[in-house]
């Protein structure tokens, strides 16, 4: 896949609604692209000492970028966990054609072994628990998501 091939495919991610939101009632979702943007953000904001910033800024862009292929999958869509793995692998590798370094990190966040993927999985959780809180502020019913998140948080507002 050339750059230009991956590049107009990824900005597919600006029109996919994050579907955990959809499925609670909110009518104007997030995109996966703008949850994306902000863990790049966080991860440029607080990226904790040892840890290799510019990795982790990576992860944070390219996490979710097989959901292009096969869209956001959430635990109530009915998809085994280890088919939803197989199906964003499987996508992961068509879309990174051409890029090893790029697929290398998308399963380094993916497998979640390394400090750096650890860190990510910890950006993922805030950044869903922040937004759960914006939408709670607008009405929605956003309990189970504020419930799954409150320990992260928790350590964010502490510092």
């Not at 995109?31 to 000492?49: F, G, N, Q, T, Y």
């Not at 998308?106 to 400090?115: F, K, N, R, S, Y």
């Amino acid at each position: 896949m050339s750059d230009a091939e991956l590049l107009a495919e990824a900005l597919g991610l600006k029109d996919l609604d994050r579907a955990g939101w959809k499925r609670v009632g909110v009518s104007r979702p997030e995109s996966v692209a703008s949850h994306s943007w902000a863990m790049a953000l966080a991860a440029l904001i607080r990226c904790p000492a040892g840890l290799d910033r510019e990795r982790v800024l990576a992860m944070a862009i390219l996490h979710d970028l097989a959901e292009v292929r096969v869209g956001d999958i959430t635990p109530h869509d009915g998809v085994p966990r280890e088919e939803k793995k197989r199906r964003e692998r499987e996508a992961a590798s068509a879309l990174f054609t051409g890029h090893p370094e790029l697929l290398n990190l998308w399963l380094e966040a993916d497998a979640g072994q390394t400090p750096e993927a650890r860190h990510i999985k910890e950006l993922d959780n805030m950044d869903m628990g922040f937004q759960a809180e914006r939408y709670m502020m607008q009405g929605h019913v956003v309990s189970e998501f504020l419930d799954a998140t409150a320990e992260t948080r928790e350590r964010w507002r502490r510092g």
